[in-house]
């Protein structure tokens, strides 16, 4: 079985800076890539940044410049770094990631997630 669980979320003044982490524990043999999404209140859940199994980063328009997604595999965890938050940032943060199991199943999972406001 494995476990995605997010942190870091919180409340933050606009133009302030929060650090997400994801942390995949269980039966976790490969990481492949891992997203962050949110999602706010009456509006689809979407893609915040990516980082594919085959390299590299994608982030939506609007957090470009904004956030970064970094990746620590020693200890499979994920980051998401975002600085100069926005009221429009105020969402559930989600991370997703595919993993092969111990077991050899190829799958995607979902954390809980974590609740970030950027509110004055």
């Known amino acids: 079985q494995v476990q995605l669980v997010e942190s870091g979320g919180g409340l933050v003044q606009p133009g302030g800076s929060l650090r997400l982490s994801c942390v995949a524990s269980?039966?976790?043999?490969?990481?492949?890539?891992m997203d962050w999404y949110r999602q706010a209140p009456g509006i689809q859940r979407e893609l915040v940044a990516g980082m594919p199994s085959g390299g590299g980063t994608n982030y939506a328009d609007s957090v470009k410049g904004r956030f970064t997604i970094t990746r620590d595999d020693t200890k499979n965890t994920a980051f998401l770094q975002m600085n100069s938050l926005k009221p429009e940032d105020t969402a559930v943060y989600y991370c997703?990631?595919?993993?092969?199991?111990?077991?050899?199943?190829?799958?995607?999972?979902w954390g809980p997630g974590t609740q970030v406001t950027v509110s004055s």
């Open positions: 269980g039966s976790v043999f490969r990481l492949y890539s």
């Open positions: 997703n990631a595919e993993i092969v199991t111990v077991a050899g199943h190829r799958s995607r999972y």
